[in-house]
């Protein structure tokens, strides 16, 4: 029996190993069809045959409230998508967006920011204005906390948010010489005690291809999820947009070395939904990026291309699709909240009908 067909047998049967798996992202692409056809059934068997699909609009806006300021201006950033961001700097503000757009039938937002030297994102003097918004609207509230102190993660229990989507990183060369972090890899673990301490709905993101655009430590913070969240309800998957202003030289990660971590990540995590989350190359790699996540057991995907969908459509005919006006974070109790009219999903409105 080939060496492929026995780590597929291990795999198939629930008998891998880590080594199991660090064998696994080293497969050539050859080998991954069989890998990739017992992902797909794993989440067709746990999940039925439906894909998830965000969409977050503006009824989902993301808001930076340190503005385009970030004292760690890491590699792969560098404040770039802070400026994407709607900027809200003070308090004030910050109530009258949230209420305009509850007023207008938003659905929620992603609160973000820039970081401390610390790594983490000075949320905490805003949390008594997010309290009161979340007790006054329906808006569901996703954070970026980063590596947070206790005080904040009080205060985001208290004021009720609903997701912590939060960077699992556990390379020491990524977390100093891409985030210019100087911490020991033990603050992730400390932060994460920290918001299972206070039961705040962790959402991990995992960034495939931070270490120069290839794999490195991926399997270990898999790992590290396994060991500290055990089974989450979903893992969100980015991958590394290669910086153009960077000295460093990153590669663009590849298709197939994203579709490997997604399948491994379903194969330990059979009942965790996954997500290809939004920051992840575009151009004319997205689609294959989509295609290869698609086949590696994905049940939710935010802003997918509408190429992908008709071909997915072809290769899986029973496939259904559902839309969401939010960020891919969002539990599964406010999907029915979240849902798109189809006044915001036109463009896939003719794939779907
Ligand atoms: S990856 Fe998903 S949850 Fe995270 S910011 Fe993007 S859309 Fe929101």
């Not at 390379?171 to 673990?189: A, G, N, R, S, T």
Request: include cysteine; proline fraction near 5%.
């Amino acid at each position: 029996m080939s060496k492929t067909q026995q780590l597929f047998d291990k795999i198939q049967s629930g008998n891998a190993l880590w080594p199991d798996f660090a064998d696994f992202l080293n497969l050539e692409s050859k080998d991954l069809e069989i890998f990739f056809s017992l992902a797909q059934n794993i989440t067709k068997r746990n999940f039925g045959n439906i894909l998830k699909i965000y969409n977050p609009t503006n009824k989902f806006p993301a808001i930076s409230i340190t503005g385009s300021n970030c004292a760690l201006e890491c590699e792969h950033c560098n404040k770039k998508y802070l400026k994407g961001m709607k900027q809200i700097l003070d308090n004030n503000d910050l109530e009258l967006f949230l209420r305009e757009l509850s007023r207008k039938n938003g659905v929620g937002a992603l609160i973000s920011g820039g970081s401390d030297l610390d790594g983490s994102v000075p949320l905490y003097n805003f949390l008594d204005t997010i309290k009161k918004v979340k007790r006054e609207t329906n808006l569901i509230i996703n954070t970026h906390t980063g590596l947070l102190k206790e005080d904040t993660a009080d205060k985001l229990a208290e004021a009720n948010v609903d997701i912590v989507s939060f960077d699992i990183n556990m390379d020491e060369e990524v977390v100093k010489d891409i985030y210019h972090l100087d911490v020991h890899l033990d603050e992730f673990k400390r932060a994460i005690d920290l918001m299972k301490r206070y039961n705040l709905n962790i959402v991990p993101h995992i960034c495939v291809g931070l270490w120069y655009g290839k794999l490195n430590k991926e399997l270990e913070s898999i790992k590290f999820i396994k060991e500290n969240l055990r089974d989450p309800s979903l893992i969100v998957v980015i991958v590394l947009i290669p910086p153009k202003n960077s000295k460093i030289k990153f590669d663009t990660p590849q298709p197939d070395m994203i579709a490997k971590v997604i399948a491994m990540i379903r194969f330990l995590f059979p009942m965790t939904e996954i997500s290809l989350g939004c920051m992840r190359p575009r151009g004319r790699i997205k689609i294959e990026v989509e295609k290869k996540a698609l086949k590696a057991g994905i049940t939710r995907i935010e802003i997918p291309s509408r190429d992908t969908m008709k071909w997915w459509q072809k290769e899986n005919p029973e496939i259904q699709f559902k839309f969401y006006s939010a960020c891919c974070a969002i539990p599964e109790k406010y999907e029915k909240r979240a849902e798109s009219k189809p006044s915001d999903i036109k463009r896939y409105l003719n794939i779907i009908n």
